[in-house]
């Protein structure tokens, strides 16, 4: 059967707001491939069990969802079913999309039946025995799939619970942001008390935040869209990509995820001070190592100190309870991006051994936090390399 003719099915304003959920939703972020096809699938995804490749759709009919209706699109982001009855690994959030509304579920599918169709044939995940069975999600559905529509808070205004519904339902920023039990699943009642990404540790967005500075909606509008934000720092990692999408995103949009997130942060907070406490290392060896490999830019006299960069003493990653952030920066930088002014470091996974990338972690972590050292340096050092 041919693929339908699809562009003139949708109104180009249902399109264009499709286009706008895609981009809170990361769509194609997750859905891009190695050679940066968008919505063609086939981007590994690392979970605690194995990789999990990433589906194509595009409109392609015989590899994408070019044949998919509009209910069986629902039913995948409700109940993590496919047209062919499979069901589908919930690193596809449909746990948060189940609360969606039929209008915005309506419209990312008139948004991703335009895009440009492409042939992209499925990448075999690769997961253990019996994960690779898909029958367990059965199972998984029964205990962790919480269907039905989102409700608003009767509490609090329009604005505040259209922020709620955009971070709760179609940011699914509680998939990285809260803490997964051994299953995979959402730790009931730790919502946004931090988790995992991809290696990177995703920071609780509530009262657990580690921040040094209090978040105001301002800085978080501002980190959101840009990636950066004065008193806090720069997105890096997994983040770096949702802040490059959000950058498309309705500041309308944008400035109600950042009403809601800061009404659940720390209204207060004790400020770290703006400077280094450096007196509190008593490693000469890591003070070197730190002037050599960073002194350049995060030294107390390097121009972008002088420039008003903010200080490694209100970096969430130097305040975590976990040095993981710290040490995927340290091994992978901060990407430059061609096409928006942001912030850029280097990376140092080629340049410095293990027992190096431990030695500024600790630095850092002495030097520019009040908060105890870090325990467990060494064994995250190299879990981290392993990983990458």
Known sequence: MAPVQQHARFPPAQVARGAELAAIGDCSVCHTNQSGQSYAGGRAIPTPFGSIHSTNISPDPETGIGRWSL???QRAMRDGIDRNGRHLYPVLPYP????????????MYAFL?????????????????????RVVLTGWNLLYLRPGPWRPDSDHDAVWNRGNYLVEAIGHCGACHTPHNVLGAEEAGRSLAGGDAENWYAPPLQTASPAAHPWTQQALASYLRTGFAADHGA???????VTDQLAKVPEADVSAMAIYLASLMPQSAAP????????????????????????????????????????????????A?????????ILHGIPWRETRPAPYMP???????????A??????????????AWSDVAAEVAKARGAS
């Open 113 to 133: 039946m335009t895009r440009v169709p492409i042939h992209a044939a499925r990448v075999p995940n690769e997961l253990p025995f019996p994960i690779d069975q």
């Open 321 to 329: 309870p976990t040095p993981r952030g710290a040490i995927q920066i």
């Open 96 to 107: 948060h999309f189940t609360r969606a509304s039929d209008d915005d579920i309506g419209a």
């Open 235 to 241: 997105a890096a990692g997994p983040m770096t990509a």
């Open 359 to 372: 030695q500024v972690a600790g630095y850092l972590r002495a030097a520019f936090s009040s908060k105890p």
């Open 272 to 319: 770290q001070s703006a400077r280094a406490v450096e007196a509190r290392s008593a490693d000469p060896a890591a003070r070197a190592m730190f002037d050599g490999a960073c002194g350049g830019c995060h030294g107390a006299d390097a121009p972008m100190s002088r420039d008003g960069a903010p200080s490694l003493a209100l970096s969430t990653a130097v305040n």
């Open 347 to 357: 990376s140092f996974a080629a340049v410095l051994t293990d027992a190096q990338v």
């Open 71 to 73: 209910a069986a699109f």
